[in-house]
């Protein structure tokens, strides 16, 4: 290694500044930026001979009314798919391939999915949204009618609050970001403003929660506090620009930007207010929190800031020695992602990662970093912080707050250890 | 000066409606008794139950008919959710067993999920009388109700669940 490039190293096993890649060409530190961009890369050792592929001396596939993603690309899935020990119906989740994907967007295809009695099939002319109890004048909006309504647009995660509950576990569970960490996506979302229509139907001074309710045969239905739905809940039509997927609540859906995915009612039907919360199934047998000593946490409602590195990640494994960008994903339902921090010797020593194209509030933020991985042993961590200030716990702290029973809500910060060969495991660290 | 005046204050008038938001105003009124068709909700206060009752007796066949296949003899679990016991496994570090009888905070809550989402393959097919009686089978069967309970819209909230102490409510504050 040269002297220039151990300048670039600001944390330890390789991490490098997350400006290098930035500076590749610049002129006024091309000389070092040029040093390091070739230097790491390994370059492959024969020369191939070029010749003109077979696609190129045909004219290819016409016009399709709704394209696919290419045939070779089948690894970008959702799952694991579950089995059913009901004949085919009944509860369950797959999960977005977020070591296969980049960026900040999932695409609808491979959109996570929780379910609790399968995706309903709604004739969109037939489904109705009703809004009663602690009103004036209880309405009733058919999809037409709410089509007209002025929309609003924003770029939001959803995250089941189930989501990597398996780090709970005394020993690592084997898998991969998609496994462990899945049940994440986020997409442009654009609906119509919930206090709007609550504002038509003239909201009683005494409601102060509503529950929500969706049409599929599990009715799923949740408290919600009515400041949280003042402040920025839609109702959803649209997912990254098309309809919503019929997993994903098409028509329409409750969308609660940061809180636990279950609150975000697909197949929504139904919207009462009431001075109190309902107690549903979904709020007290699940998603609440055992703590130590079997006290129960109800009501967190906001999903705390997380991360998690997709590349390297199992599955997405070393090649050889060199240079390579380290890339993940962070999130917060408190607000901004402010900073992320990576480490290549499980915790020690922390470098700032680059946040990489749009930072917006409760929405998936891409970081990177570069790192030269010299082909020895690593453990590989991310941790996020968000505009509270609020830190990505490591294990030992999360666990240590609240006993390792809680099974919601999980956010610990996860190791990745690559191994001398390349391979990339799930470790505790 | 009378017809100006008149003029201005009218000026005034429009200028102060298109100052206040103004929404499409889409929605079809309704009723609250036409919406009662939809309305599945039960509080925690009996708010919602409807008419009817049901004995343990009366739960225990329907439960055999419609609910064992997936709930097992007496509420054991598996394949789906174990509705009875666990009581003492929720403090310490042993794996907890959540069920209506250790963890559920509320009764309502049994009549209100047994009547939108139960059982699976037919949801919305009990009557009020056959949910009413089920959930005093399922509260007997954890022993918080006696074998001769009936449960109506004035029983059901009454009864106190055991573990409803243990819930604290973390919104709006902030969690570790």
């Known amino acids: ?429 | 000066m009378f017809t100006r005046s008149l003029a201005f204050t009218a000026a005034l008038l429009v200028s102060v409606a298109a100052n206040a938001a103004e929404t499409p105003n889409l929605g079809t009124p309704i009723t609250e008794a036409e919406a009662k068709a939809w309305d599945l909700s039960i509080l925690p206060n009996g708010e919602g139950l409807p008419p009817g009752r049901g004995s343990v007796q009366q739960g225990e066949l329907i439960y055999e008919q419609k609910c064992q296949g997936c709930h097992a003899e007496k509420g054991a679990g598996t394949p789906a959710d174990k509705l009875v016991g666990g009581q003492g496994t929720l403090n310490g570090d042993v794996p907890p067993v959540k069920t209506v009888g250790s963890y559920w905070p509320y009764a309502t809550t049994l009549f209100d999920y047994i009547r939108r989402a139960m059982p699976l393959a037919e949801p919305q097919s009990l009557t009020a009388d056959e949910v009413y009686a089920l959930s005093a089978y399922i509260l007997n069967l954890n022993g918080i109700v006696g074998a001769r309970a009936t449960m109506d819209a004035k029983s059901l909230p009454k009864v106190k669940m055991p573990n409803r102490d243990k819930f604290f409510v973390v919104y709006p504050g902030r969690f570790p």
């Open chain 1, 1 to 429: 290694m040269s002297k220039e490039l151990d300048a670039d190293q600001v944390a330890g096993n390789g991490l490098l500044d997350r400006r290098v890649f930035l500076r590749q060409g610049g002129g006024i530190i091309g000389a070092v930026g040029a040093a390091v961009g070739l230097a790491g890369y390994s370059r492959p050792v024969e020369a191939e001979t070029l010749v003109v592929p077979e696609w190129t001396k045909k004219p290819g596939a016409l016009f399709e009314p709704y394209t696919q993603p290419s045939k070779y690309e089948t690894k970008v899935a959702r799952g694991p798919i579950p089995p059913s020990p009901y004949n085919g119906i009944g509860p369950g989740s797959v999960r977005a391939p977020l070591q296969h994907l980049e960026g900040m967007i999932t695409p609808n295809g491979v959109h996570y999915e929780r379910s609790h009695n399968g995706v309903p099939d709604i004739d969109p002319a037939g489904h109705r949204l009703l809004i009663h109890g602690l009103v004036k004048k209880p309405l009733v909006f058919t999809l037409d009618a709410l089509s007209r309504y002025p929309m609003t647009s924003r770029i939001s995660f959803v995250e089941c609050a189930g989501n990597s509950g398996g780090m709970y576990a005394e020993k690592p569970a084997e898998g991969t970001a998609q496994s462990l960490h899945g049940l994440v996506s986020c997409a442009e979302w654009t609906g119509v403003p919930l206090a709007m229509l609550l504002e038509e139907a003239g909201v009683d001074p005494s409601a102060k929660w509503l529950v929500a309710e969706g049409a599929d045969a599990a009715a799923m239905s949740r408290s919600v506090p009515i400041e949280k739905v003042m402040d920025d809940a839609l109702v959803a039509l649209y997912q990254n620009g098309e309809r919503i997927r019929p997993a994903n609540g098409y028509p329409m859906r409750l969308l609660l930007p940061g809180w636990q995915g279950n609150m975000n009612v697909k197949w929504l039907r139904r919207i009462k207010l009431l001075r109190e919360p309902a107690q549903t199934k979904d709020e007290t047998s699940k998603y609440s929190l055992l703590l130590k000593e079997g006290k129960v946490a109800q009501f967190h409602f906001p999903l705390d800031a997380k991360s998690v590195i997709t590349k390297p990640s199992p599955g997405v494994n070393m090649t050889s020695p060199g240079l390579y960008e380290i890339s993940g994903i962070a999130w917060s339902g408190n607000g901004k992602i402010t900073k992320v921090e990576v480490s290549a010797d499980g915790g020690k020593s922390w470098a700032e990662a680059a946040l990489s194209g749009p930072v917006l509030s409760k929405a998936i933020t891409r970081f990177r970093l570069p790192w030269r991985w010299s082909g020895g042993p690593a453990v590989l961590q991310s941790r996020a912080i968000d505009e509270t200030g609020y830190v990505q716990p490591t294990r030992e702290k999360l666990i240590g707050l609240r006993g390792s029973r809680s099974q919601y809500h999980c956010n610990l910060i996860t190791s990745w250890g690559v191994a001398a060969n390349g391979e990339v495991k799930h470790v505790y660290a």
